[in-house]
């Protein structure tokens, strides 16, 4: 497709996302035609990196200068955002980056006649040039309207991803359980870190230890789904193990085996779906529920003597 008949494209805001899809798509081949920011040094040092597009220091030069408007804004500089902004009459779109955020933030835009989206790619940027090339292969989560639809869909297509539909209303529960798949991932592996330092290691070498058998993780739970690439003791049947790893973390105090009883019961659920789920399976169940009940009312005594 030649480039007049894409779409020009404009960016206000030009943090960690703006920096990877700005750049993708002009690699792609798309019009970026302009980018504002808070500070016109943000705007103009993305600029300067894509041929032929203008920082402006006004946001509203951003709608004049392009057919798709990307607000990559913080979430809650979103509806601000998009009330300061006015669309003429010739099928202009406007479209947020997040995945929490409801579309709805954008109907000041639509009651002008602007057509109004979301386009949340489903990747943590760093702001970094590798983002370029670690984003294809990922999801985009699009909420919009035909013909913005089929827009947004060849955007995350030509940034090498794959394109994924939400129905309306959904975007709060999508993003929210998202989260286990991304920081709460984090968490968990902070939780190993936190435990393993009383037995003396350091971050790093923790890291250097856990970080490739998550990646192992991932490549099995690819190929084999989640049920079949659970591993540990809840996976084997070891229920004396199971017992001993809860009585260890109860001993611990805190909320260490709670998280540890509410994520093994998830692993239970898990079991239970495996081609051959272990024969001590409910033995196992029954550990852990005991275990969480002496470890949730702990922490709710806890909380009100506080
Ligand atoms: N980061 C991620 O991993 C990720 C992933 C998916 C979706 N998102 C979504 O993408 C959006 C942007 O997130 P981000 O992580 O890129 O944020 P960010 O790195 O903090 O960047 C935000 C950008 O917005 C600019 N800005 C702030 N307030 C503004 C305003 N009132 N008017 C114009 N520009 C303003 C900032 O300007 P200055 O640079 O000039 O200070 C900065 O360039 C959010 O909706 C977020 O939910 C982010």
Not at 83 to 99: D, E, N, Y
Request: glycine letters at 10%.
């Amino acid at each position: 497709m030649s480039q007049s008949s894409l779409p020009r494209l404009g960016f206000i805001g030009a943090g960690r996302l703006a920096r990877c899809l700005a750049l993708g798509f002009s690699r792609a081949g798309y019009p970026v035609t302009a980018v504002a920011s808070r500070t016109a040094a943000s705007a103009s040092r993305l600029a300067s990196q894509i041929g032929q597009c203008a920082a402006f220091d006004d946001p509203q030069q951003v709608v004049d200068a392009a057919d798709i408007v990307f607000l990559a804004v913080p979430d809650d500089s979103i509806g601000t955002s998009a009330h300061t902004l006015r669309f003429g009459p010739h099928g202009q779109a406007l479209v947020h980056c997040s995945g929490a955020s409801p579309v709805e933030l954008l109907t000041p835009a639509r009651d002008q006649g602007a057509a109004v989206g979301g386009f949340h790619p489903l990747y943590l940027f760093g702001g970094d040039l590798a983002d370029l090339d670690r984003i294809a292969g990922c999801s985009v989560t699009i909420e919009a309207d035909e013909p913005l639809k089929g827009s947004l869909t060849a955007l995350a297509v030509a940034l090498g991803c794959h394109p994924l539909s939400i129905p309306a209303g959904g975007r709060m529960l999508y993003h929210a359980a998202a989260h286990y798949a991304a920081s709460f991932a984090l968490c968990s592996l902070a939780e190993c870190v936190a435990l393993w330092r009383t037995l003396g290691f350091a971050e790093d070498d923790a890291l250097r230890a856990l970080l490739p058998m998550l990646a192992g993780t991932i490549e099995t739970a690819r190929d084999k789904g989640l049920p079949n690439a659970l591993a540990g003791p809840v996976s084997r049947g070891d229920t004396g193990v199971v017992r001993k790893q809860l009585a260890l973390l109860e001993g611990f105090g805190g909320d260490h085996a709670a998280l540890y009883g509410l994520l093994s019961r998830r692993a239970v659920e898990l079991a239970r779906r495996r081609a051959a789920p272990p024969v001590a399976i409910e033995a196992i169940a029954e550990a852990v529920e005991e275990s969480l009940t002496r470890s949730l009312n702990a922490a709710a005594a806890g909380a009100s003597v506080k």
